[in-house]
């Protein structure tokens, strides 16, 4: 397994960007599917964006298509999630996760951060 830590979090306006980034250690990183998650209050936590172990493969949630972009640097063993256009609907604790491959299934990732607070004031 990896251990995963988020950061980048913020508040911010709708209309704006923010970039979240997750620090991986552990000697397997570039083996992992990386994935994004999100979890707002009182619902459950939902896919969001995965990227392949080389970063040539990826799969977005329909909802965040166009707006966000995921990257990964296995040579830093670090996963981006760069968001545009946010919308107060982005509000939620965002998650980085690691999988053995490429999924949008949350029981697929069996590595989890501890979450960053992203708010998208209207």
């Known amino acids: 397994q990896v251990q995963l830590v988020e950061s980048g979090g913020g508040l911010v306006q709708a209309g704006d960007s923010l970039r979240l980034s997750c620090a991986a250690s552990?000697?397997?990183?570039?083996?992992?599917?990386m994935g994004w998650f999100r979890q707002a209050p009182g619902k459950e936590r939902k896919f969001v964006v995965a990227?392949?172990?080389?970063?040539?493969?990826?799969i977005y949630a329909d909802s965040v298509k166009g707006r966000f972009t995921i990257s990964r640097d296995n040579a830093k063993n670090m996963v981006y999630l760069q968001m545009i256009s946010l919308i107060p609907e982005d509000t939620a604790v965002y998650y980085c996760?690691?999988?053995?491959?490429?999924?949008?299934?949350?029981?697929?990732?069996?590595?989890w951060g501890q979450g960053t607070q992203v708010t998208v004031s209207s």
């Open positions: 990227i392949g172990w080389s970063g040539l493969s990826t």
């Open positions: 552990g000697r397997s990183f570039s083996g992992y599917s």
């Open positions: 996760a690691a999988a053995l491959g490429l999924s949008r299934l949350v029981g697929a990732f069996n590595s």
